[in-house]
């Protein structure tokens, strides 16, 4: 127990990797590559840390992998009409 306290993870003292927070951190650069975020050499070690916190929440929370998948993939479709719609398209020059 002393183990799971001190990594934060259960996965950890036992030596099996968890490919959970990698899936998280997939499924949020998708999503901001489909809202049109420009891509910087920093996104992605913060979207690794994102991932990781993703993953220890629906953990203490007790929520399933599938679950906790499916919300990120209904962010990463619903923000790109997000921020459509708080961008509106300029009008045209003619």
Do not use: C, E, N, Q
Request: aromatic fraction near 6%; charge should be positive; proline fraction near 11%.
């Amino acid at each position: 127990m002393l183990g799971v306290l001190a990594t934060g993870h259960p996965a950890i003292p036992t030596g099996d990797f968890d490919f959970t927070p990698l899936l998280y951190t997939a499924l949020l650069l998708i999503a901001l590559r489909r809202a049109r975020v420009p891509f910087r050499i920093w996104t992605l070690p913060i979207a690794l840390v994102a991932g990781g916190l993703i993953d220890s929440i629906s953990d203490g929370l007790r929520l399933s992998t599938p679950t906790s998948a499916s919300v990120l993939a209904l962010v990463a479709i619903l923000l790109p009409l997000w921020k459509r719609s708080t961008h509106p398209p300029r009008p045209s020059d003619i």
